[in-house]
């Protein structure tokens, strides 16, 4: 099982092979304290994701942005959603991180599409440009995308992403999205599930973003319904711990 030690950890030692178990954290209540449920997964089949984005992005001007967009499989926002899952995949989810080229160029995701990102440390919803909330290429590098960029799409939960250039002259940014596709059973078994949450057995927790906090309200599958499990406080606060 991958021990993610930073936020600089490759992606790649971050990513999982068969047989092995994922959790994921996903917000119930965000009025006041954030609680989660979680779903466990084993996983049955990793395959590989690469897909590189240069001459298809815009070039962009600098302290601009772009607009929020999809991943299209022809460009930025262009063509079909290539992280879209669609109804009849509910136990399929992708895994990846993101590559950035210039190291200037920052990246601003939204998870799901729409989501106003607010930071770890503020209750401001974050702007494109601002120094909250974002990947670039010094912290995620083209060649080597890195957990910091860690993200986790499923059925039902859409990504967009937003760049800025905070260089000094207009640059046509390149992308790398570097991961894997996973086909994944429920693990229900409460005595196994125990054994996770307090790492006798491993187990991969990601929250939706990575190893940030995610503050949305978003959906799951209908099949995940009956499979989700409510942890107490102390144990997700002893879980977010070990993300951080």
């Not at 001007?61 to 109804?87: L, M, Q, R």
């Not at 986790?152 to 991961?179: E, W």
Request: aromatic share 12%.
């Amino acid at each position: 099982m991958p021990e993610v030690r930073s936020l600089y950890t490759p992606i790649s030692e971050a990513l999982l092979f068969e047989n092995q178990n994922l959790s994921i954290l996903v917000p119930k209540d965000i009025k006041k304290t954030i609680s989660y449920k979680a779903y466990f997964f084993r996983i049955t089949r990793a395959s590989p994701i690469l897909k590189v984005y240069s001459q298809e992005l815009p070039t962009i001007n600098p302290g601009n942005p772009t607009p929020f967009g999809y991943i299209g499989d022809i460009g930025f926002s262009v063509g079909n959603d290539i992280f879209e899952i669609t109804d009849e995949f509910p136990f399929r989810m992708y895994h990846f991180g993101i590559g950035i080229m210039p190291g200037y160029i920052k990246v601003y995701r939204q998870i799901p599409a729409g989501n106003i990102v607010m930071s770890w440390v503020r209750r401001t919803p974050t702007v494109v440009g601002e120094e909250f909330d974002y990947i670039d290429g010094y912290n995620s590098p083209f060649d080597n995308p890195t957990v910091v960029s860690e993200t986790l799409i499923y059925r039902k939960l859409s990504f967009n992403i937003a760049l800025f250039n905070d260089g000094p002259i207009p640059v046509r940014p390149s992308l790398k999205f570097l991961g894997k596709s996973y086909e994944v059973i429920p693990i229900t078994e409460r005595v196994l599930i125990e054994k996770m949450v307090s790492g006798i057995i491993p187990c991969r927790f990601v929250t939706l973003n990575g190893t940030g906090i995610q503050v949305a309200s978003v959906s799951v599958p209908d099949e995940w319904e009956t499979v989700g499990i409510d942890l107490s406080k102390s144990q997700i606060e002893d879980i977010l711990k070990r993300l951080r």
